[in-house]
Nanobody
Framework: QVQLVESGGGLVQAGGSLRLSCAASGRTFSNYAMGWFRQAPGKEREFVGSISLSGQHTYYANSVKGRFTISRDNAKNMMYLQMNNLKPEDTAVYFC??????WGQGTQVTVSS
């Protein structure tokens, strides 16, 4: 299996930016499609975006399209989520996931208005 650790969360004002990182260890990182999910207080976990094995293809939820960018570096076993023009409704715990099976512990993102 693969172990995932997110980092980079924090408090930011609306309109600001954050970059989340997901560090993977264990099995070959490049064998896994990767993704980001988030969960706001009192809400269900929701899909944010995903990236293919090679990084060539990315997919985003409509709510973040044009503001968030997912990338990966298979040589470093890392995935990233660049978040720009953040909104208060982006406040949530953000999770990285491998192959929709292995989950990290999450990192808190709080956007103040």
């Amino acid at each position: 299996q693969v172990q995932l650790v997110e980092s980079g969360g924090g408090l930011v004002q609306a309109g600001g930016s954050l970059r989340l990182s997901c560090a993977a260890s264990g099995r070959t990182f490049s064998n896994y499609a990767m993704g980001w999910f988030r969960q706001a207080p009192g809400k269900e976990r929701e899909f944010v975006g995903s990236i293919s094995l090679s990084g060539q293809h990315t997919y985003y939820a409509n709510s973040v399209k044009g503001r968030f960018t997912i990338s990966r570096d298979n040589a470093k076993n890392m995935m990233y989520l660049q978040m720009n023009n953040l909104k208060p409704e982006d406040t949530a715990v953000y999770f990285c996931v491998a192959d929709q099976r292995y989950w990290g512990q999450g990192t808190q993102v709080t956007v103040s208005s």
